[in-house]
């Protein structure tokens, strides 16, 4: 019996010990490769780097998404234009964020149910939390952007799931040569299989499922081991949520998921890693120069804003970490 009871005993300590070392060196060779990883990844090519990215060419300055704030903000020296398009009756690929037309220009149509010389023209100020007014009021189509911009990055968001205009997408990006100069998905993660389906050449955002997949894989350690196809990591700052909203009107929950959202995403150690990965991490929308500081802090490689002049004055003063 006492033989078998330390046989026993010898037997439990070599599993924990086999256990232990196992762990410890997945912990290490994690930790290595989360810092080194290269090691096991090849980086991928950049074509381009964005530091300054205007949202929907500006909102904050002019009207979103029209061809005076993607003027304005490349005369600025903008980096990157981030746009949104929709299809036309007429399968014309059109920059506007809404579907509906009703927010932007006071009809409520759908723009796929209207040819594009129908479309009406913006209102003069448009009912969202940073725009204000401006005098161009045309809903500019892709190809007059491409047309306009040729060495200027562009951040397209595929705002429906439409294989005609996903279809229509790449073949405007093929046409103007702009592979090396875009970048396209949507938060829909049906939408960005579809756009890499359709086109391999040109990169690809992460989707909603594909960062919180992302986050799983980072915070149980096996991130370094898992080859990634994105080349774009587009994700929001949570904390500024209590600068659009009053704090004293949020209840505890949506508090404390708040900040627990921030925590998770915001982390200089994941925005490190996926840039040695060449992966660029791009915070958005921000237009305070506190949260323009932290990004950069925290090691984001751009900036998306409503404000690009107001990002452009913070980064000339070399505010900016990196």
Same mark, same amino acid.
């Given at each position: ?23 410890? =060196? ?50 600025? =020296? #903008? ?72 060495? #200027? ?46 086109? &391999? ?19 149980? =350690?096996?991130? &370094? ?79 998306? #804003?409503?404000? &690009? ?14």
């Amino acid at each position: 019996m006492l033989t078998n009871s330390f046989g026993d005993r010898t037997g439990e300590m070599c599993a924990a010990m086999y256990v232990l070392s196992t762990v410890t =060196g997945y912990v290490l060779t994690s930790a290595l490769l989360l810092k080194c990883p290269s090691l096991l990844h090849r980086r991928k090519r950049e074509t381009f780097r964005s530091r300054h990215i205007s949202h929907r060419g500006g909102a904050g300055e002019n009207l979103e998404n029209t061809m005076a704030a993607f003027k304005h903000a490349v005369q600025l =020296g #903008t980096d990157m234009l981030e746009l949104d398009c929709h299809l036309t009756k007429d399968n014309q690929v059109v920059v506007s964020h809404d579907a509906n037309l009703k927010r932007s220009t006071g009809i409520g149509a759908y723009i796929s149910e209207l040819a594009y010389a129908e479309l009406p023209p913006y209102l003069c100020k448009l009912d969202v939390t940073f725009q204000k007014g401006g005098d161009d009021k045309r809903i500019p189509l892709l190809r007059d952007v491409f047309q306009a911009f040729p060495k #200027t990055p562009i951040n397209i968001d595929i705002k429906a799931d439409n294989d005609t205009l996903i279809q229509k997408v790449s073949e405007l990006v093929t046409q103007y040569e702009r592979e090396d100069l875009t970048v396209w998905g949507n938060s829909n993660n049906k939408i960005v299989q579809k756009c890499y389906k359709e086109n &391999p050449k040109i990169p690809i955002l992460f989707s909603l499922k594909r960062v919180l997949l992302l986050v799983g894989l980072f915070y149980s =350690g096996l991130l &370094p081991f898992v080859p990634l196809r994105e080349q774009f990591l587009e994700i929001p700052m949570p904390s500024i949520i209590t600068k659009l909203r009053d704090p004293s009107k949020m209840t505890r929950r949506q508090l404390i998921l708040t900040w627990l959202a921030d925590s998770l995403l915001m982390r200089k150690t994941l925005f490190d890693h996926l840039t040695a990965r060449g992966i660029q991490v791009y915070v958005w929308v921000l237009n305070d120069e506190d949260d323009f500081q932290r990004a950069f802090d925290l090691g984001a490689t751009g900036v998306m #804003t409503d404000y &690009p002049t107001k990002l452009k004055d913070f980064m000339e003063r070399g505010s900016t970490s990196t």
